[in-house]
């Protein structure tokens, strides 16, 4: 069975703060995303990756940085966390085809107080 | 831009009567269509995908879509809603450009009353 897993389901920062989202998938995809989910907007797209250190910005990339040091594991940074940062975190995955299902991982809820 | 619209931020039935949940996209190129489920407090998961042949394309939990290059739509629809079908549903395509990140629809909730 395919699983991406993410490192945590909730998460609580002060405004400022250095975070780190984990992101781990088992599939031997390619490619790999991350999202944030808010009410009423959907998923956007923060950055994904097609390969190991291979990066590009989706829709809405400031105040993010993303790590892809090894094929299977894909890191969200949020360099000085700000409360309009606060939401829901989700990483995906898939293999780099026009065809191919997007794997998503559980969410991650983070709370910039 | 190309765009994908769901309409309806929130749809509401009863248990037993049919769903239908709407998807129109932009572009009248046939691109590659996908429907995900969200759960509570779970990620999306693949609910059904149209890629090439039958324009009727059946998925899990007894949902299943219809491919309508006229109307360039892909509405999802289940003949007997139940209590446990309550989740956030998204439409998705693929394919404008050549590219393969998907375009999301900003979701519909599928609210089930008893």
């Known amino acids: 069975d395919v699983k991406v897993t993410q490192s945590s389901r909730y998460l609580v920062k002060r405004t400022g703060e250095k975070v780190f989202l984990e992101c781990v998938q088992d599939m031997d995809h390619e490619n790999m995303f991350w999202y944030r989910q808010d009410p009423g907007l959907g998923l956007r797209l923060i950055y994904f990756s097609y390969d190991v250190k291979m990066k590009e910005k989706g829709d809405i990339p400031e105040g993010y940085s993303v790590s892809r040091e090894k094929k299977e594991r894909f890191s969200l940074i949020l360099e000085s966390a700000s409360t309009n940062q606060t939401s829901m975190y989700l990483c995906?995955?898939?293999?780099?085809?026009?065809?191919?299902?997007?794997?998503f991982g559980p969410g991650t809820r983070l709370l910039v107080l | 831009a190309q765009s994908v619209t769901q309409l309806g931020s929130h749809v509401s039935v009863s248990e037993g009567a049919l769903v239908l949940l709407r998807c129109n996209y932009s572009?009248?190129?046939?691109?590659?269509l996908f429907w995900y489920v969200q759960y509570p407090n779970q990620g999306l998961q693949l609910l059904l995908k149209y890629t090439t042949g039958a324009t009727l394309v059946k998925g899990i939990n007894g949902f299943e879509a219809e491919f309508k290059k006229s109307e360039t739509s892909f509405h999802l629809t289940k003949p007997s809603a139940h209590m446990s079908d309550a989740a956030e549903y998204f439409c998705?395509?693929?394919?404008?450009?050549?590219?393969?990140?998907?375009?999301f629809g900003r979701g519909t909730s599928l609210i089930v009353h008893p």
């Open positions: 995906a995955s898939s293999l780099p085809s026009i065809q191919e299902t997007q794997y």
């Open positions: 572009s009248s190129v046939p691109p590659y």
């Open positions: 998705a395509v693929k394919g404008w450009g050549g590219s393969y990140i998907p375009t």
